[in-house]
């Protein structure tokens, strides 16, 4: 991975030496990433200082957060929400073995299709609110 990096990074500054010269690159910089504008590295830092189970069920929840977003169920937005909700419903535990940790992934999976299933049903009530406003207003006319 750090090659594909390396030569991503460094534009048409980067070239192969021989064989003892190795890669001779453009350095790279990096600024401290934007956990505002990103809540959901927030979140992964959040996981990962934690520790335990807690990497586990935010990465369940990020992967069935995702496919809904991808199914047009949610909004991007509310990806962090459904994370969010998992952690905080995730009560965390030391990973002992495999079996934990599937155990986890199959329970926060589970919990972000439940909280995902709210999502969508409020954004199906706020929709028909929203038609039925529109309906009284064309009445009225």
């Given at each position: 991975?750090?090659?594909?990096?390396?030569?991503?990074g460094s534009?048409?500054?980067?070239?192969?030496?021989g064989q003892r010269e190795g890669?001779?690159?453009?350095?790279?910089?990096?600024e401290a990433p934007d956990v505002e504008r990103f809540p959901c590295l927030a979140l992964a830092y959040?996981?990962?200082?934690?520790g335990g189970?807690?990497?586990?069920?935010?990465?369940?929840?990020?992967?069935v957060a995702v496919g809904a977003f991808i199914d047009g169920r949610i909004r991007m937005t509310e990806?962090?929400?459904?994370?969010?909700?998992?952690?905080?419903?995730h009560e965390t535990r030391p990973v002992t073995n495999l079996?934990?940790?599937?155990?986890?992934?199959?329970?926060?999976?589970a919990s972000a299709h439940s909280i995902i299933e709210m999502l969508d049903a409020e954004?199906?009530?706020?929709?028909?609110g929203v038609r039925s406003q529109e309906s009284e207003l064309k009445s009225t006319m």
């Open positions: 991975m750090l090659i594909p990096v390396i030569v991503g534009g048409n500054d980067c070239r192969v030496g890669w001779q690159c453009a350095s790279l910089h990096f959040c996981a990962l200082k934690a189970t807690l990497p586990a069920a935010m990465n369940a929840a990020n992967e990806i962090p929400i459904v994370i969010e909700k998992v952690m905080k419903g079996e934990v940790v599937l155990e986890t992934d199959k329970a926060a999976r954004d199906r009530r706020q929709e028909s």
